[in-house]
């Protein structure tokens, strides 16, 4: 038996490994062009800062690919050993089905165990760091906020425009000063512009030249026909202070970045809403490691029996499993500001239905 729990250890592992690995690429791959795409092409981003935000996405890619290679890894196990009629010699020499996936339970609490870890504190952690890493990017290179062909509305109060830019040099610039209802109040065009960065004082100096202005009406700014056309300017400075920028980014804290210490602290608040938004995140992080042992119990009957038929159905079993249980936390994730439809209890039903239903299964399995 040691020389048959070995090869199902080595088979899961190495399948595994190359499951998470394929599934890990696909979604820090996404994660850099949906939050760094503007910046890698518009601007010059160190080569360290790209190797550092990987870094801290890949402990929240993993929370969702251990599992999910888990199950892939032993569709494509238990799947080959069925259709290889290895399971029916090893079950005919009186060796049940039980004693054959002790090593898959082995691995399945081991991968719990780092979920249960990965949610708790490093994903935790490492989405707090990454907003840093960002945040400290505007700090020491605010001139990567800049780009060709782009709005950059970072800035608290003013929306930029720039249609080109060379190193420092901008051209085509177009300025809106927003007041509170964010009605541009002020229009500033300028042929060309050079960045200045001014570090000490927390800002960036914008000089600008052939600009001209227009000012809307304070009283009534919906009155177009009481815009008001400025002065030509030949030369000018726009300083743009770094503060409010970063002040912005320290106070939006994404409740997936706080610690359990800091959800807890959120539950003494007397918002319905808050509290519910937090019990949902901390029941989240604390059933969605189970997900590996759900995985792990309904997976073997569906690659034993899909396998048996000669059909493709195993695979497209585990992507509709994997995919109904992460509908369910998607869903609770939604409802999470809803205390009447307890969101935080929702995110536990597919545990408990797959569970429940892996059970029936796999019993079924061994009386065959």
């Not at 250890?9 to 939050?35: C, D, H, P, Q, T």
């Not at 051209?171 to 927003?178: A, G, K, L, S, T």
């Not at 970045?257 to 959120?266: F, G, K, P, T």
């Not at 209890?345 to 079924?364: E, Q």
Request: hydrophobic share 50%.
């Amino acid at each position: 038996m040691k020389l048959i729990d070995r090869f199902i250890s080595r088979e899961l592992l190495v399948n595994l490994m190359f499951a998470v690995a394929v599934l890990s690429l696909v979604l820090v791959v996404g994660n850099i062009f949906r939050k760094l795409l503007p910046l890698l092409v518009n601007q010059d981003v160190p080569v360290e800062y790209i190797l550092t935000f990987i870094a801290y996405v890949l402990p929240f890619s993993l929370i969702f690919t251990i599992p999910w290679g888990l199950l892939t890894a032993i569709m494509l196990v238990f799947g080959r050993l069925s259709a290889d009629n290895e399971l029916v010699a090893l079950r005919s020499n009186g060796i049940s089905i039980g004693r054959i996936c002790i090593s898959l339970a082995v691995i399945a609490v081991v991968c719990t165990g780092i979920c249960l870890w990965l949610n708790v504190q490093v994903a935790p952690a490492a989405q707090q760091k990454l907003r840093s890493t960002i945040l400290d990017l505007a700090t020491r290179n605010p001139m990567a906020l800049f780009g060709s062909d782009q709005v950059i509305d970072q800035f608290p109060g003013r929306k930029i425009y720039v249609g080109k830019k060379e190193g420092n040099t901008l051209e085509n610039i177009i300025v809106f000063e927003m007041n509170e209802a964010f009605m541009p109040m002020r229009v500033t065009h300028a042929r060309r512009g050079v960045l200045e960065a001014d570090l000490p004082n927390q800002r960036i100096l914008m000089h600008l030249y052939e600009a001209r202005y227009q000012q809307r009406d304070e009283k009534d700014p919906f009155d177009l026909l009481r815009v008001r056309d400025g002065i030509n300017m030949v030369e000018g400075t726009l300083p743009i202070s770094l503060e409010d920028l970063y002040q912005k980014e320290k106070r939006r804290t994404s409740r997936s970045a706080m610690s359990i210490e800091q959800l807890m602290d959120q539950l003494k608040t007397g918002n319905q809403k808050e509290q519910s938004a937090s019990r949902t995140e901390i029941s989240k992080r604390f059933s969605f490691p189970f997900s590996c042992l759900a995985f792990a119990l309904i997976g073997v009957p569906l690659a034993i029996t899909a396998h048996r038929r000669e059909t493709s159905m195993g695979y497209l079993m585990s992507l509709v499993v994997a995919f109904f249980y992460f509908l369910f936390t998607i869903l609770a994730d939604t409802l999470r500001g809803n205390p009447s439809v307890r969101p935080d209890l929702l995110v536990w039903f597919p545990n408990v239905l797959f569970l429940a239903l892996g059970a029936f299964l796999f019993r079924r399995l061994a009386r065959q």
